[in-house]
């Protein structure tokens, strides 16, 4: 952030102005190291915003984990800490999406008006604050010790498992490699109980002479405990119904190209003096999703939990999938409008007249960016609290990045999407074109709907099929205990 402020404020590191030189002489390029300064601390905000999102999701959710006093039941404490959790999550979007806004009006208004100097450097000043807030509430924190890499050990177990490939897995699992001891530090909630699927990675825990040494220590790379083993499955399971977050994505994308080339087409005018910036327009999606996250807690989840019994209204499947029901409402209202946008064109013989501005006003993409904000209201929040919960212990910031790591994924995939409909398109009417009046973007918002109902589809069958995370406790005795029993989903019973 200080190296983009210190690009906008100083001359030496940015081009002059193009009103400096005469009219006739073109604004003169950046340099190449000026380019490289900006690009370099573009860079390492990319890096910063890599390792703060994933991380703050699951330092956050861990400071519930031990606030209830000795005296109260185990299951009431537990209920406790669930709905602090869940409450956590909403609140954590809930600030994202107000940042967004306060970006998308306030400094982007200060970097119009008043310079790109204050407009990166209240940001940077910001981001200072926040680290000196953590550094002072640093001994307050609840702090989970570190117990290795993950992907080590998940490397370990494919290691295991292939090298003893041609080894018959026992019918009993208790005849599987056991140590409390060696997963302490990664199983602090209690160990992941053995499940009968992927049962190939079980070879991994299977006890082969040389796995142990003469010491007593196990070689990871040749043997794996059960615990370390459900860890590498419960990351495998989670994979088909992750995989539904990266179209939410793809179908989004539209929001920040097509929409705006809409926008510049219609009326914008807002009072005789004001035209709103097409770019804004998103400010009614995050608007949206704010109101619905203030509202979920105080409105939906009391009324839920009248119809449904559980503590939470729904359960995080049934929040996600809600949202890729209205997304897919959402596209086909994008649609729905640029049909109309286009007919108006047409009535007003416009269509050869992309600059022209079609009398229509821009408010009517407004219920667009309010639906797809409403959706992501519920997607995302109970995408990342699914990811959150059916993680491993130990691989929860992981869980978290893989939430970030979908939209990426999904935002690249709208571009493979626009390509290979610009070259199916090609010479026949091309849908996607300069002239968006000759176009059809109409076409391309049903193309996406459809893509998204089927996703809907892929998500419901992987919901059907997944199996929850199996979890055991020690009680006062002793022994183990299953906390939450295995079992699919499609039998009944939707498990948070």
């Not at 193009?18 to 690009?39: E, I, N």
């Not at 992941?192 to 082969?208: E, G, K, M, S």
């Not at 501005?357 to 959706?375: M, N």
């Not at 059916?390 to 626009?418: C, D, H, K």
């Amino acid at each position: 952030m200080v190296g983009v402020v210190v690009s906008a404020v100083l001359p030496s590191l940015r081009p002059p102005p193009c009103d400096d030189p005469p009219a006739a002489t073109p604004c003169q390029r950046a340099s190449g190291w000026q380019l490289a300064l900006l690009y370099l601390s573009l860079l390492l905000t990319s890096l910063g915003s890599g390792g703060i999102r994933p991380c703050v999701v699951a330092f956050g959710a861990d400071q519930f984990e031990r606030l209830d006093s000795a005296e109260e039941e185990e299951k009431a404490k537990a209920k406790a800490e669930a709905e602090r959790k869940r409450r956590y999550f909403n609140l954590y979007f809930f600030t994202m999406g107000l940042a967004a806004l306060l970006a998308l009006t306030v400094v982007v208004y200060i970097q119009e008006n008043v310079g790109w100097g204050w407009g990166f450097g209240i940001p940077a000043v910001g981001m200072f604050m926040s680290i000196v807030v953590f550094l002072v509430g640093y001994p307050l924190y609840v702090l989970v010790k570190p117990g290795g890499s993950p992907f080590t050990r998940l490397a370990q177990v494919v290691a295991a498992a292939f090298k003893k490939r041609n080894a018959a897995v026992p019918e009993d699992p208790r005849m599987l490699y056991q140590d409390k001891e060696l997963d302490a530090l990664i199983s602090t909630n209690g160990r992941l109980l053995h499940t009968n699927q992927l049962t190939f990675f079980d070879r991994a825990a299977i006890v082969t002479a040389g796995d142990i040494s003469p010491s007593g220590q196990p070689d990871p790379w040749r043997l794996s405990t059960v615990h370390r083993v459900e860890e590498l499955k419960s990351i495998v399971r989670m994979l088909p119904i992750w995989s539904a977050g990266i179209m939410l994505a793809t179908a989004s994308s539209h929001n920040y190209t097509f929409t705006i080339m809409q926008a510049r087409t219609m009326d914008r005018h807002m009072g005789p003096h004001f035209q709103l910036p097409p770019a804004t327009l998103s400010i009614f999606s995050n608007a949206a999703m704010l109101v619905t996250l203030a509202l979920y807690d105080r409105v939906f989840v009391p009324l839920a939990r009248r119809v449904t019994g559980l503590p939470s209204g729904i359960t995080y499947f049934q929040r996600m999938g809600i949202g890729l029901a209205i997304s897919v409402l959402s596209v086909a209202t994008a649609a729905l409008v640029e049909t109309k946008r286009r007919d108006a064109a047409a009535r007003h013989g416009l269509l050869d007249s992309p600059a022209a501005v079609v009398p229509l006003s821009v408010f009517w993409l407004v219920p667009q960016f309010a639906v797809h904000g409403v959706g992501d209201a519920f997607s995302s929040v109970g995408h990342m609290e699914f990811l959150y919960d059916q993680a491993p212990e130990s691989m929860r910031s992981s869980a978290a990045a893989l939430f970030w790591l979908a939209a990426s994924i999904g935002n690249y995939m709208g571009t493979v999407l626009v390509t290979a409909v610009q070259r199916a398109t090609r010479g026949r009417g091309e849908w996607l074109q300069d002239n968006i009046n000759r176009g059809r973007i109409d076409n391309y918002y049903w193309l996406v709907t459809c893509i998204t109902l089927l996703n809907l589809g892929y998500y419901l069958v992987c919901f059907y099929f997944y199996t929850m995370k199996p979890l055991e406790v020690a009680d006062d005795c002793d022994k183990d205990c299953e906390l939450s029993s295995l079992q699919k989903n499609g039998s009944g019973a939707a498990l948070v």
